[in-house]
Nanobody, 122 residues
């Protein structure tokens, strides 16, 4: 069983930056992948990035790779998503997820947090 809690969201102006955090607890295996998804109102949930808990493998969606980065601190059991040069279209609820395999589909991940809201104003 894995528990995930996101934090760090908020209201920012266009061009601003945030660091989102995902604190994990429970049984996290080195082979697990940790991912960030986002979902805007009326739209489908989409993959933002993922990272292998033990390191060595990272992925960022093509449309966001120039502005977003993913990292982890195993000592703190925490995964981060750094978002910069934010645009109004980045406004969404951002979720942290964990699973035994990587994937672009949300069903690849068995464990989910409750999400943290990012709102970008113009």
């Amino acid at each position: 069983q894995v528990q995930l809690v996101e934090s760090g969201g908020g209201l920012v102006q266009a061009g601003g930056s945030l660091r989102l955090s995902c604190a994990a607890s429970g049984r996290i295996f080195s082979s697990y992948f940790m991912a960030w998804f986002r979902q805007a109102p009326g739209k489908e949930r989409e993959l933002v990035a993922f990272i292998r808990w033990s390191g060595g493998i990272t992925y960022i969606a093509d449309s966001m790779k120039d502005r977003f980065t993913i990292s982890r601190d195993n000592a703190k059991d925490t995964v981060y998503l750094h978002v910069s040069s934010l645009k109004p279209e980045d406004t969404a609820l951002y979720y942290c997820a964990a699973g035994s395999i990587a994937g672009t589909n949300q069903r690849s991940y068995a464990y989910w947090g409750q999400g943290t809201q990012v709102t970008v104003s113009s």
